[in-house]
């Protein structure tokens, strides 16, 4: 792929060779939410509930060129996704419309429509199409059969073939895109010709065949863009366009109508009457820079409009400009058009260290709301002194108008978390820190930047009570399934200072948190992780998650070289109603009618060398729980979706069921998760989790075991009030102990916690 020479600090060891890594943010923690604000919002009285997926394992999707999409549980609740891209690769550009979100590489961009089908964007579709690996597609054609580098055809038919791609095949295939769109780029001559010639088209498997013929409702138009590059000339290669009504995106704003490119400084469509806006895109011959021309408003009126946009007007290069010595490594600008009756289209440039330049403006939009969000991501030199830096940066331009993008950093503007990760192995593991303006959660984009471990970093924050940040660090930057910790969404005040601990010792499960107020947690809702709704009783715990309030781990999911186990079983009165393997989830089950005595019983082991210390635990909580018809979660949480009009909203008409939750703090625990030898002192929470009605902690008990678990010894327990305790015992150097922690609250809910080698003893 492509080779660029400022990206040389930006890549990840170990995935795919070397990856720079994106993370956007979609599904119901943000983008699906972010869209809907504002909407009438008149619940069916028959209105089904969609249930959030929780528990779900990490996967990869592909994208045709290469590029890999992995899944992930969102902090907030939702899914996020992460690019893993190419060393090297060029910039980036999104539409987020309703609930669809696309994300295209700059490459493929100009052979969308012609040559390219949306729907191998389509971050949804990609989801439901792509099996073991593969992706599904389906080429048309006019002419011969073509070879296309990289696919791999299973049946042929006249016109047709179906076929897919692998992550490694996909590679040749988006090497020889990136070869096509350079040669393409001095001709304009997109998808007609080399492996488009004969009228090739490439769509996901199963998409063309939902796809039927539009009928207007209304009459159409001809609107003509025409365009110029920066020597005044007509713009041909490596341009493109985006139209949208700027009223309400559904008369005109569907990814299948909206893209185009100039040829030979032209660019047509056939639209309904209306106001719209339009971006659009100049890339260079190599794909590596962007030029982003906005025209914010003009009005279709009668049988024929034309429009200009002129790449000059592209005059202000997006810069940053730090206290401390700091190499750019990503940059976005999400663009947020919104319309009448809660509708809005975002569009977004992500850049991974070439040049981005905007167009500013200066007139305010009459129809619809206009607002840009700028967001920065810079890090320490490599040869830097101390411990490494960053700067996670966001701003918000003026309503109406598009700001100049040169940004001076003010230290007294920024938070500065000082991060201390604890890891039992050595590794080059990498890091991610995701967020911004919610407005603009359309994508929330990062990067995954390489990270020794154990180690230190301290991360320097755009603070304010409409900033929200999430991170996540990854023990190994070759696994980025199931070998780290979770950050909920949480804002900063300008000139904190604060300590985060990751990944200390001992790991064990722990629930959901929502530190967010107000309209920021309206629109970051977290979900669930133990509710009741009706008699249905869900449950969605996080296990191996460490101590620090907020963080979650990854779970139960499998990877190269660990074998994950775990079971879990509910009881009702004593008698068992559910059971089977959490890796997967776990199933909903049916309660009586009548108040009972639940208890959920959950064991979790992630096993092999990278994890010695705290590979599996048994946790058993019980708690009594009756029917609440009236109950409802506060602003922040949710507990699935129902369906309003054509629009999914969270749900919160259920009631949190009171589970123990425990936190421990083993004093004098080194970065390498050992103790010294001797008096061992370890601080226990015990607590309620958020959103459930708590009770007075009653009581704890604690047992520790030198030979995991065969045999144990009681630990002393003193209580300092308010549910905080301090257990301590005397351990020889050179062992690993194994927890066994109880506690009991007023209301006659209990929590048995038990941590095989929990933490070391140093030697």
């Known amino acids: 792929m492509r080779k660029h020479p400022r990206q040389r600090n930006t890549l990840v060891a170990g995935v795919a060779a070397t990856a720079a890594t994106a993370l956007l943010a979609a599904g119901g923690s943000g983008a699906a939410l972010a869209t809907t604000v504002g909407a009438a919002s008149v619940r069916p009285a028959a209105a089904a509930p969609v249930r959030a997926a929780a528990g779900t394992a990490a996967r990869a999707v592909l994208l045709i060129n290469g590029d890999q999409l992995v899944l992930r549980k969102a902090p907030g609740g939702g899914q996020a996704i992460a690019l893993l891209a190419a060393p090297g690769s060029g910039p980036l550009s999104g539409l987020d419309v309703g609930q669809r979100i696309e994300a295209i590489p700059a490459d493929a961009q100009p052979y969308l429509g012609q040559g ?8 949804s579709s990609l989801q439901r199409a792509e099996t073991g690996g593969e992706l599904p597609v389906q080429v048309t054609f006019g002419g011969r059969r073509p070879a296309l580098p990289g696919v791999t055809i299973t049946r042929w038919g006249r016109g047709t073939a179906n076929g897919y791609l692998t992550a490694s095949s996909a590679r ?10 350079r040669a393409d780029y001095a001709r304009a001559s997109y998808g007609t010709d080399g492996m488009f010639s004969g009228g090739v088209e490439i769509a996901l498997a199963g998409t063309a065949a939902q796809k039927t013929r539009a009928r207007p409702n209304f009459a159409m138009h001809a609107l003509t863009v025409t365009a110029t590059n920066l020597k005044g000339k007509p713009a041909t290669g490596g341009s493109s366009l985006t139209v949208v009504n700027a009223g309400d995106w559904r008369k005109f704003g569907d990814p299948d109508e909206v893209y185009s490119t100039f040829y030979h400084g032209t660019a047509k469509y056939s639209v309904p009457a209306g106001t719209y806006w339009a971006i659009a895109d100049f890339a260079n011959s190599t794909f590596t820079s962007q030029r982003i021309v906005v025209l914010p408003q003009f ?19 997006l810069a940053v400009v730090t206290a401390r010595p700091a190499v750019f490594q990503i940059a976005t600008l999400a663009i947020v058009r919104g319309g009448l009756h809660g509708t809005a289209a975002t569009y977004e440039a992500l850049d991974f260290g070439g040049p981005l330049w905007i167009s500013p403006t200066a007139t305010r939009p009459t129809v619809g709301t206009l607002r840009t969000y700028t967001s920065a991501q810079l890090t320490s030199p490599a040869k830097a002194a101390g411990a490494p830096y960053a700067y996670n940066l966001a701003y918000a331009g003026p309503n109406g108008t598009i700001p100049g993008q040169r940004f001076v950093v003010a230290p007294a503007s920024l938070a500065t978390v000082k991060e201390r990760y604890y890891q039992d192995v050595t590794s080059t593991g990498s890091w991610m820190t995701f967020g911004g303006f919610p407005e603009a959660s359309g994508f929330l984009l990062t990067l995954a930047a390489p990270l020794r471990l154990p180690g230190l970093q301290t991360q320097y924050m755009s603070a304010g009570p409409s900033i929200v940040w999430s991170s996540s660090y990854f023990e190994f930057a070759s696994n980025f399934f199931g070998s780290g910790q979770n950050d909920t969404f949480r804002t900063y005040r300008a000139g904190r200072q604060l300590t985060e601990d990751w990944n200390q010792y001992p790991l064990h499960p722990q629930q ?3 530190l967010l107020h107000g309209s920021a947690a309206q629109l970051n809702p977290v979900y669930a992780s133990a509710f009741r709704q009706g008699n249905v009783l869900w449950l969605a715990p996080n296990p191996f998650s460490d101590n620090y309030f907020g963080h979650t781990g990854d779970g ?3 990877s190269p070289g660990v074998t994950v186990t775990g079971s879990y079983s509910i009881y009702q009165n004593g008698v068992r109603i559910g059971s089977g393997n959490p890796e997967y989830g776990i199933a909903p089950v049916s309660l009586s009618s009548k108040p009972a005595a639940i208890k959920f019983v959950l064991t979790a082991g992630r096993l092999g060398k990278s994890y010695p210390d705290s590979p599996s635990s048994r946790t058993v909580w019980t708690w009594p729980s009756a029917p609440q018809p009236a109950a409802t979660l506060p602003v922040g949480w949710f507990c699935g979706y129902v369906i309003v009009g054509n629009l999914a909203e969270p749900d919160r008409h259920c009631s949190m069921q009171p589970l123990l939750t425990l936190a421990y703090q083993v004093h004098g625990l080194a970065l390498n998760g050992t103790a010294p030898p001797g008096q061992q002192v370890i601080g226990l929470s015990v607590s309620h989790i958020q959103a459930a009605k708590p009770s007075a902690i009653t009581g704890a008990s604690a047992q520790v075991s030198y030979n995991d678990g065969q045999t144990w010894q009681p630990a002393t ?4 009030g308010g549910g905080n305790f301090r257990i301590s015992f005397t351990a020889p150097g050179g062992v690993d102990p194994t927890l066994r922690v109880s506690a009991t609250d007023a209301a006659g809910g209990s929590i048995t916690e038990t941590i095989i080698r929990a933490y070391g003893v140093a030697s």
């Open 556 to 558: 139960l999911v499998a």
């Open 512 to 514: 959901d948190v929502q």
């Open 299 to 317: 009005t279709v009126t009668g049988k024929t409009t034309t429009v200009h946009v002129s790449e000059r007007a592209a005059t202000s290069k």
């Open 172 to 181: 040749i295939f988006g090497t020889a895109l990136e070869r096509q769109a």
């Open 717 to 720: 327990v003193t209580s300092s």
């Open 116 to 123: 390219l089908d949306p729907s191998l964007f389509d971050l």
